[in-house]
């Protein structure tokens, strides 16, 4: 029996993917979902999300800024945009009605899933795709990475050598303002 809605079909080297989030940082995770969805589709749109209610350590622009500078070499195949409200608005804006999650572990699957069917629901021409983390990335999370970094520790094997030294950055910046409301 023929789907109702008429399905657009393309070459997936001509279809535009999203794969939004917040990357607060983007982690080694991010950047290789990006690396593989860039082998599948034409394009893909890096959506940063913009959550005024979510404290984040990186700006909205920070964020934009730092995965640009990651995804460079793409020339033109990854673009970075920030984003607010709903992802499915998103998704239609940028003239696409794919998007990209990463998976780490089974327990992302049932909030990852709940999210594609709302989105969907939304939007019935909206698909999710999913990719599943390699071994290496799976238990690398942007909170694990902030808490570590912003203790000191090592996370050079967790995000790309750029947003380390952000991390750094922003370590010393909180480290010096300690200190200054100790006083």
Known sequence: M?????IKRGSPTSVVAVFPGSFDPLTNGHVDIIDRSVTIFGRVVVGVLNNASKSSLFT????????????????GRVTVVSF?????DFVKRVDSRVVIRGLRAISDFDYEAEMALINRKLSPDVETFFLAAREENSYISSTVVKQVALLGGDVSDMVPPVVERALRQKWKAKQSESR????
């Open 180 to 183: 200054r409301t100790a006083r």
């Open 84 to 88: 607010s409200g709903l992802l499915v």
């Open 2 to 6: 023929a789907n109702k809605r008429a």
């Open 60 to 75: 909205d622009q920070e964020r934009v800024e730092l995965i640009k500078r990651q995804v460079a070499s793409y020339r």
